[in-house]
């Protein structure tokens, strides 16, 4: 079996369990939409609002993202799964790129909801030449994200305290991520007077990002979880 | 061709020796049972024989399998079960079967094989595993074990944390299991138990193997069995 193979076996498994689980919808996508109904109670001027709501939905993902990656590693260790995975010699790249698969699915499906809760609790416009821009920031974003929740979540999974580790780990690493999808969000929404093309470059950012991330981080998924 | 083939192996954990000198052979259909106490080595030896550890010193084949060469090679060909069963709770017996049946490319009918061998394809293959019972996990993860495959049991206590009637479902299954040519390694403390399914015993003692003559099963496979330690 290919690695690529045993990667898509391991994404089905993982999107099955939150479709059987439903705690994706249930609990992950409230929790989001909370936080971006407090972000709105706590900055109460639709001027202020607008001016941040990019940086709000990356904010929101991030802190929804922790709450995916713990469930994604939780499934794994309940039962020992992931160490019958490394028992039964399966290719810790494929568990790596599938588990990262299934989060990055997980996100694009959050980002989404929360673009929409920015436009419709906000005030949020998308104007009709920023869709390219928007939706290329969110894939590479996405890619990124994914890359390192998966990377930090294996590494916490075999520490007691993982639950505050977690974030320790992962928020200075997805520091660039919230910075350049920001800026790219912004330039595709128009805020402050932004263009278009003020957003290309944070794309490169973050698909350099990704890509490494991603790359150091099938290398490293397996000796991380042997340990 | 023997299915185990340790000859003086030496696996260490940190720095201590927790295999010293092990000498062991199994024959393919031995059900073969480690007694000892605890620290003896019983479970290093299985980790050794599963590929996990690292052979320090000495020779040992799995599966025809160099120990020293191939150990990711033999971790696809046997399969290990300790304390904890290794399945996905929320999802159903089916789906974690059909997961492991899929991480070595089986087939749908390999995999409903495995599971009517373990008497989990009925209604309870629709069933999640966290509404299962102790003794049904049990069944659900070896059948998860024939869907990949493997051709070594490894069991780590196998009746570790089942009631009376669990254990008895177990021993039911490793039975029919043994029947059908299953070749299996046994560390337990049960030794009534785990005994009465043995072909043969051996003691696990300071990280050495001891053939046990006149233990349960110890008769039974003249010739093949464990060497002695030293």
């Known amino acids: ?227 | 061709m023997s299915v185990v083939d340790l000859d003086d192996a030496v696996a260490v954990l940190g720095r201590f020796p927790a295999l010293a000198g092990a000498t062991l052979r199994v024959e393919e259909g031995e059900i073969v049972l480690l007694r000892g106490p605890n620290g003896a080595g019983k479970t290093t030896l299985l980790r050794l024989c599963a590929g996990l550890l690292p052979l320090v010193r000495g020779t040992g084949t799995v599966l025809g399998l160099d120990l020293a060469t191939h150990r990711e090679s033999i971790r696809r060909t046997v399969g290990f079960l300790g304390h904890q069963n290794g399945l996905y709770l929320d999802l159903t017996v089916a789906e974690n079967v059909r997961f492991w049946g899929s991480t070595v490319g089986a087939s749908d009918a390999e995999m409903h094989a495995a599971m009517s061998r373990l008497d989990v394809a009925g209604r309870v293959a629709d069933v999640a595993v966290s509404k299962l019972s102790a003794g049904q996990k049990r069944r659900a993860a070896l059948a998860c074990l024939i869907a990949r495959r493997a051709q070594l049991w490894l069991l780590d206590e196998p009746h570790a944390g089942l009631d009376a009637s669990a254990r008895d479902e177990l021993d039911d299954t490793l039975r029919q299991a043994a029947a059908s040519g299953a070749t299996m390694l046994v560390a337990s403390h049960e030794l009534d138990r785990a005994g009465s399914l043995a072909t043969r015993t051996v003691d696990v003692v300071a990280g050495r193997v001891l053939e046990v003559p006149g233990a349960p099963g110890s008769g039974n496979q003249a010739g093949t069995g464990a060497e002695e330690g030293r």
Not at chain 1, 76 to 87: H, I, N
Request: glycine share 10%.
């Open chain 1, 1 to 227: 079996m290919s690695t690529m193979r045993i990667a898509r076996v391991v994404a089905a498994k993982d999107l099955r369990i939150e479709w059987n689980s439903r705690v994706f919808v249930n609990q992950v996508l409230p929790f989001a939409g909370v936080t971006m109904v407090i972000f709105a109670f706590a900055l109460d001027a639709d001027s202020v609002l607008q001016r941040v709501a990019p940086g709000l939905v990356w904010l929101a993902t991030m802190f929804s993202m922790l709450v995916l990656v713990q469930r994604a590693f939780a499934v794994e260790t309940a039962d020992g799964a992931l160490d019958a995975l490394r028992v039964a010699g399966v290719d810790p790249r494929a568990i790596y790129l599938g588990k990262a698969a299934a989060l990055g699915v997980q996100l694009l499906v959050l980002e989404v909801v929360l673009l929409a809760a920015a436009v419709v609790l906000y005030g949020q416009t998308i104007p009709a030449d920023g869709w390219v821009l928007l939706v290329t920031t969110l894939t590479s974003a996405t890619c990124g994200l994914a890359a390192v929740g998966t990377l930090y979540g294996g590494l916490a999974a075999g520490f007691t305290g993982r639950e505050t580790l977690l974030p320790l780990l992962t928020f200075p690493a997805v520091a660039p991520v919230l910075i350049g999808a920001t800026r790219a969000v912004e330039a595709a929404l128009g805020t402050a007077g932004a263009v278009v093309s003020d957003g290309w470059p944070w794309v490169g950012l973050l698909a350099v990002f990704a890509v490494a991330f991603g790359v150091g981080g099938a290398l490293a998924f397996g000796p991380l979880i042997d340990e």
